[in-house]
């Protein structure tokens, strides 16, 4: 069973930094490429960034590039998104996913919380 | 990088069917057989239910269908169960590894 967990959310003053994590496992985790996707408060779904299996230096969206940073671990069956400069419009909960076919994101985990306020 | 366009909302009765749109573009949705829909229950996941336009990952059943003409994408779900109530998100390609989300519509079942 794919199971992907997320970890590192939390509360952090604007401008501040967190490092987010997502350890998967039942799969082959270097073979998929992984996504994060982040939901605002009452808010639809937003794309923030994805990363080759390959690893590389991933795609982003407009709204965090240049201050997000994903990266992968596999050997540790891990993605991270390193988050800099961090505005109170990035709060939301942060979901990694698995890159599916065409674009789909086909496993997804549960989600961590990050709250920017001062 | 705008987002797709979804109903805010829709309703059906048990048994009936429902249809959502999602209206893009010549340069996502109209460019790129990519469109998929997700079903997120409140407090919960997002959950993939249909990939590349029309087709359906294992598990989902069949009474969710999609659809494509132009540069609109449809999901359809035909005989409305109450577990269908959720929202529904559309998302597609749009070129230069760039993925776009709908606003999402909120599905209920009267």
């Known amino acids: 069973e794919v199971q992907l967990v997320e970890s590192g959310g939390g509360l952090v003053q604007p401008g501040g930094s967190l490092r987010l994590s997502c350890v998967a496992s039942?799969?082959?985790?270097?073979?998929?490429?992984m996504t994060w996707v982040r939901q605002a408060p009452g808010k639809g779904l937003e794309w923030v960034s994805t990363i080759p299996f390959s690893g590389g230096s991933g795609y982003y969206a407009e709204s965090v590039k240049g201050r997000f940073t994903i990266s992968r671990d596999n050997t540790k069956n891990s993605v991270y998104l390193q988050m800099n400069s961090l505005r109170a419009e990035d709060a939301a909960v942060y979901y990694c996913?698995?890159?599916?076919?065409?674009?789909?994101?086909?496993?997804w985990g549960q989600g961590t919380l990050v709250t920017v306020s001062s | 990088q705008s987002a797709l366009t979804q109903p805010p909302s829709a309703s059906g009765s048990p048994g009936q069917s429902v249809t959502i749109s999602c209206a893009g573009t010549?340069?996502?949705?109209?460019?790129?057989?990519?469109v998929s829909w997700y079903q997120q229950h409140p407090g919960k996941a997002p959950k993939l239910m249909i990939f590349e336009v029309t087709n359906r990952p294992s598990g989902v059943p069949d009474r969710f269908s999609g659809s494509k003409s132009g540069n609109t994408a449809s999901l359809i779900v035909s005989g409305l169960q109450p577990e269908d109530e959720a929202d529904y998100y559309c998302?597609?390609?749009?070129?230069?590894?760039?993925?776009?989300f709908g606003g999402g519509t909120r599905l209920t079942v009267l």
């Open positions: 010549s340069s996502d949705v109209g460019d790129y057989n990519t």
């Open positions: 039942g799969f082959t985790f270097s073979t998929y490429g």
């Open positions: 996913a698995t890159d599916g076919s065409g674009w789909s994101r086909d496993h």
């Open positions: 998302s597609s390609y749009a070129g230069n590894n760039i993925l776009l």
